[in-house]
Each structure stands twice: as structure tokens, then as C-alpha cells.
């Protein structure tokens, strides 16, 4: 039996399949170095001259080791198991097998093993100069500055660097499965999740890995080249002039700032395609010949796109004081928010048909990132008004409204192509990935914040506040599934648009903290409401409603010595992501409580 939601989320089923006992182990080391120079001449009284330099650079390198074992006939003819499948309340499914197995069985654990090492390097440099010229002076106008902004960004990866044993002699299996048993890593695994799976046969990773693979570590690829690499080179210039102003409208005292940014940016990024060749086949009855592209071992082609772009953004921000204790903030202004710079990827994966008529059919498509993807831009209405009923008391609304273009969604059908030369022959295809939308979209909301600090009650009670926020977010944009079952079958056609990558409707800030001498206390819980988390051109990803309670502590020794220690996720909340729809399980994430101490050092 079949159960489906009315959006089509599949809830529960019954079925066959084999069952795997699979471990992960993942090893990240991350290298960061940085530092700043800040330099400022004051020229005279009212002159100034301000400089300032930055450099950074972040290595991360992260490999997962993982080994499989697969049922055998222990538990059904040729190690497959009838279950019925439910997912319809709970956030880790039900399973129930038709024939009753022990999961904690590692007898039954010995089919289809196989090693794997996958590896990801990453290098992220970021380079960066300013000069600001300020200038102070009396009247409407009571400071002018101009500058100043020069900014590169390299980032290098080497993805997919997988090197995998699929096909493990039996020997080395039976080893394995009799060498590296363990019991349960996580006794407490799935509770008041709502499954009635607890506890299964597992293994030591890294000894079954060395079992089936013959050595501890196979190392990486000898050749690191793939699709997936980058190598992004993004500079931004930029030049700015703004003036502070102070005025008087009807005895209301006004102050603000008007000024307009200009942003060049120049986007320079290079990858790899595999290489092909043309096989032509004749069939031997007909003589009509077929074509396909046979990938050439060991072989790329590079690929390197530029791109440009230039945005100017004018802003006006002021702050009326209508009252000694009521202000009233305004702000009209341009904005950007630039897309995750590993989307402008130039590495291509080629889709071939291979059983094409003519050699130009032979290829069908391909897929990858897009250099050319421009930042989302905004134009930003927002209002504010402040009320200060006592200097331990503040309480605040805002609204905004914001029009937003450019905004980054899936490329419709055919939209974008690239050219492809192979063999001589220029390919011209549809390229899968994502572009900037040609259509304006509103996001509009409002805010509500308090605050309230307890300074009249008794030592060592004064210490005590709380603060609370609560905003509300809409949003008309829409987002299609990027994904196909075939081209002429977009899931896009079956499933509903989400919003922007990020963006919850509902989000509720609650703060309890105490902060007195050298000590501060602070627990914060934070709820928000289901949003949207691309995951490339995969289908719709969707993160369900969730809240969580972290806490810090701080205590300065001196000035110039800090101690720190932080609980995050208190209460042991979990994640859990529907594709492509609401109700339809894609992962159930427990990561429990997270804690961390340190010591901080200033000089």
C-alpha cells in the first residue's frame, strides 16, 4: 500500500530492498592566519585621513573515511527484506519488517562491501585596502567623507577528489566483519523521534576501511582534476561620497547622512570538463550510422569565464528626536547581497546521448556553476520608531519594504547555452545552473523588540535584563524546483515555489542575561519558522520550524585576560529537511548540545 499527502509527499509504503550497515568517520583541519594594519593622520583639526589593510587566509582540508557492509541471506533470499516503510509522524521513519529480523545481527552483515575516501581542500585568500578622507565642519553639512575600497578574493578547491574501492575480495570482507564489531556508538539513538529502530550492527570505521582496503589510508587521487573544482578570482573596487547633516524641522531636531556608493566587480573563474572523443558506430544490417562522446581517461579541458558588473547605491538614513525619549528612524536606500561565491563555478559536466543520429545530437547538454550570477539587488524602504520610558526601559517597532531584482533561481529549459568544441565539432547546448531572475519581487515585514534592564533591584540582583524580538517576513518571490526527472518532465510541474534561500516568515528572539562587574550570563533561545536551503540544482530542500537554547558565560580576570565558555543547543533540539515538499523526509539531523571553552588574550 501507497500513502500520499494532498501534496503529493509520499508518506508510507511497502517494498524490498537490501539493508546496509554504513559508517562515516570525517576529519577536518582548519589553518586560518590574518592580520590588520590601521593608520590614521590627522591632517588638521578638521582633516583626517584614514587607512586601512587587510589580509587572510583560511585552508580547510576534510576527509571522510567510509565502509559498507550489505545484508546476506541470513535475513531473506539473497539478502533482500520485505518492510513497510512510514514516515507519516515522526521525524525518523517506522520500519517494520514483514519476515522479524535482528538488526543487531552482525552475522547478517557480509554482502556488496566496499572503502571509500573522499577529500575536499579548500583555500580561501582575501586581500583588502581602504583610504578614507573625513572632513569636519559647522553647518547643514557637519562632516564630508570620501574614499576608497579595493578588495581580491581567490578561492581554490579541489572537490571530488574521491578515491574508492567498490569491489572488496571476500576474504577482506569476512576479516573485516569478524575484526571491527562494535556496540552501539549512540545508546540513546532515535529517542522520542517516534521510530522504533534503536540500535543496529555497526562497525569501527576506520578498521573496517583498513580491512577492505589493505592499508589505513589510500591516500588521494594521483590526479586531483574534476567538474567540481574552482578557482574564483573576484575583485571589487569601490568609491563612496557621503555627508553628515544636522537640521531642525519644526523644532525637531534631524540628523542623518545622504551618500551613493559606486561597486565595480570583476569575476574570473576557471575549471575543468572532461574530454571526449566522437565514436561513430555502423550498424551492420541498416549501415546507418549512430554517434556518442566516449570520455578520454585521465583527460580535461580547461575552462575560464570572466565576467563584470557595476552597481551604484545611493542611501539617505535620519533620525528625527521627537521627544527626549522617542525617535523616530527613516532610511531609503540600495543594496546588494552577493551570491555565495562558489556558485561561480566554470567547471562543466557534460550530458551525452549515446545513440545520437548526427554527431552535433551526440551531446545533450551539461550542467555546473554560473560565473556570470550578479548579487541580488534591493531597493530598502525601512522606518523606525524608539521609545525610551527610562534609561533601563526601551521598546521599538520598524517596518520595511523592500523591492528586490536579480534575485538567483534555477535557469528555465534552454535559457542559458554554452559552446563546446569537441573533436572539431562545435557543440552549442543548454547549460543546467542557476541565473539572476529578470522579474522584481517585494519583501516586506516588520519588527517588535524590548528591552528591560532590572538596575533597581538589590546587589547583586541589578545585574539582571531581559530582551525580546519577534519580526515577521513576506515575500512574493518565487523559486522553482530545479530538478528533472526528464526534460519533458520538470519537477517544477508538480511541486509548489518556495521563497527566498533563507528567508522565515516568523523569527522569535527571547534573551535572560545578567551582566555585572566582570561577569556576564547570557542564555538566548531562538525560534524560527521553516525556510528554504538550496542545495545546488538538486530538488526543493526545506528546513521544518525549530528553536534552540544556547548560553555563554564570560569573565574578564583583567583587561586584558578573558575567560569564556558557551552551551550551544541546550535543550538538544534536532533538524529536519523535507524534498521536494513539506511532509516527503529528507534528513533528520541530531546533534545534541555542543559545548566549548577558551581563554581570550588581548594585547
Known amino acids: 500500500p501507497i500513502d500520499l499527502a494532498d501534496n503529493g509527499a509520499l508518506l508510507s509504503w511497502a517494498g524490498n530492498s537490501y539493508l546496509e550497515t554504513v559508517a562515516t568517520e570525517r576529519t577536518r583541519d582548519e589553518d586560518y592566519a590574518g592580520g590588520g594594519l590601521n593608520i590614521k593622520y590627522q591632517v588638521t583639526d578638521n582633516l583626517a585621513v584614514i587607512s586601512d589593510m587587510s589580509y587572510s587566509r583560511t585552508h580547510r582540508n576534510q576527509v571522510d573515511f567510509a565502509s559498507r557492509l550489505r545484508s546476506n541471506t541470513l535475513f531473506g533470499p539473497s539478502g533482500r527484506v ?55 565642519r559647522t553647518g547643514f553639512w557637519e562632516q564630508l567623507k570620501v574614499g576608497a575600497r579595493y578588495s581580491e578574493h581567490n578561492r581554490v578547491t579541489d572537490l571530488d577528489n574521491d578515491n574508492n574501492l567498490e569491489s572488496i575480495p571476500t576474504a577482506n570482507t569476512l576479516a573485516g566483519n569478524q575484526n571491527c564489531r562494535i556496540d552501539n556508538v549512540v545508546s540513546d539513538w532515535g529517542e522520542d523521534s517516534g521510530t522504533n529502530i ?43 561620497v ?25 569575476v574570473t573563474s576557471q575549471g575543468w570538463r572532461g574530454a571526449y572523443t566522437l565514436i561513430t558506430t555502423v550498424d551492420p544490417l541498416t549501415q546507418v550510422p549512430s554517434y556518442r562522446l566516449d570520455p578520454i581517461a585521465g583527460s580535461f579541458d580547461p575552462l575560464t569565464i570572466e565576467h563584470s558588473y557595476e552597481n551604484v547605491l545611493p542611501s539617505l538614513n535620519f533620525k528625527a528626536e521627537l521627544r527626549d525619549n522617542l525617535f523616530l528612524r527613516g532610511a531609503v536606500y ?27 545530437e551526440a551531446l545533450a547538454g551539461a550542467s555546473g556553476g554560473n560565473p556570470r550570477l550578479e548579487p541580488l539587488e534591493s531597493t530598502n524602504f525601512d522606518l523606525s520608531l524608539e521609545y525610551y520610558p527610562n534609561p533601563d526601559t526601551s521598546f521599538s517597532f520598524a517596518v520595511y519594504d523592500k523591492t528586490i531584482k536579480t534575485a538567483v ?41 524590548a528591552n528591560k534592564a532590572f538596575t533597581n ?21 518565487e523559486y522553482d524546483d530545479p530538478s ?11 511541486t509548489d515555489p518556495v521563497s527566498i534561500p533563507g528567508l522565515s516568515k516568523h523569527v522569535a528572539t ?19 519558522s521553516g525556510y528554504f536551503k538550496p542545495s545546488g540544482l538538486t530538488a526543493i530542500r526545506t528546513v521544518e520550524d525549530a528553536g534552540y537554547l544556547d548560553f555563554s558565560a564570560y569573565y574578564s580576570v583583567t583587561d586584558n585576560v578573558q575567560l569564556k565558555f558557551q552551551a550551544i543547543n541546550i535543550g538538544d533540539e534536532h533538524q529536519v529537511m523535507y524534498r521536494p515538499v513539506a511532509g516527503s523526509l529528507a534528513e533528520s539531523s541530531y546533534f545534541g548540545p555542543s559545548y566549548f571553552v577558551g581563554v581570550r588574550l588581548r594585547y
Request: charged fraction near 25%.
Open 242 to 266: 557621503m555627508g553628515s547633516f544636522r537640521t531642525e524641522l519644526g523644532g525637531i531636531p534631524i540628523t542623518g547622512n545622504l551618500g551613493v556608493r559606486y561597486v565595480k566587480t570583476d
Open 510 to 528: 527571547f534573551t535572560g542575561y545578567y551582566e555585572k562587574g566582570p561577569l556576564s550570563l547570557r542564555a538566548v533561545y531562538k525560534f524560527r
Open 484 to 494: 528533472a526527472v526528464d526534460p519533458a518532465n520538470p519537477l517544477a510541474q508538480f
Open 198 to 240: 534503536s540500535s543496529w550492527a555497526q562497525f569501527d570505521t576506520r578498521c573496517l576501511y583498513a580491512a577492505f582496503a589493505g592499508t589505513e589510508d589510500l591516500g588521494p587521487l594521483s590526479d586531483a582534476r574534476s567538474a567540481s573544482d574552482l578557482d574564483i578570482q573576484e575583485n571589487i573596487s569601490a568609491a563612496y
Open 334 to 360: 540600495k543594496a546588494i547581497s552577493r551570491t555565495n561565491i562558489e556558485d561561480l563555478g566554470a567547471g562543466r559536466t557534460l550530458i551525452t546521448d549515446g545513440d545520437a543520429a548526427t554527431p552535433e
Open 409 to 449: 533561481g534555477p535557469a528555465e529549459l534552454s535559457s542559458l547555452t554554452e559552446t563546446f568544441v569537441i573533436d572539431g565539432i562545435s557543440y552549442t547546448v543548454p547549460v543546467a545552473q542557476e541565473t539572476n531572475s529578470d522579474e522584481e519581487a517585494y519583501l516586506r515585514g516588520f519588527e517588535v523588540a
Open 457 to 477: 533591584l538589590p546587589a547583586p540582583f541589578d545585574g539582571l535584563g531581559v530582551q525580546a524580538s519577534y519580526t515577521y517576513a513576506d515575500s512574493d518571490f
Open 82 to 136: 520485505a518492510y513497510t516503510f512510514d514516515q507519516s509522524s515522526s521525524d525518523i521513519p517506522v520500519v517494520q519488517f514483514l519476515n522479524p529480523i535482528d538488526l543487531n545481527d552482525h552475522d547478517a552483515f557480509t554482502g556488496n562491501a566496499y572503502a571509500r575516501r573522499a577529500l575536499e581542500d579548500r583555500v580561501d585568500e582575501i586581500a583588502a585596502a581602504r583610504l578614507d578622507v573625513v572632513y569636519d
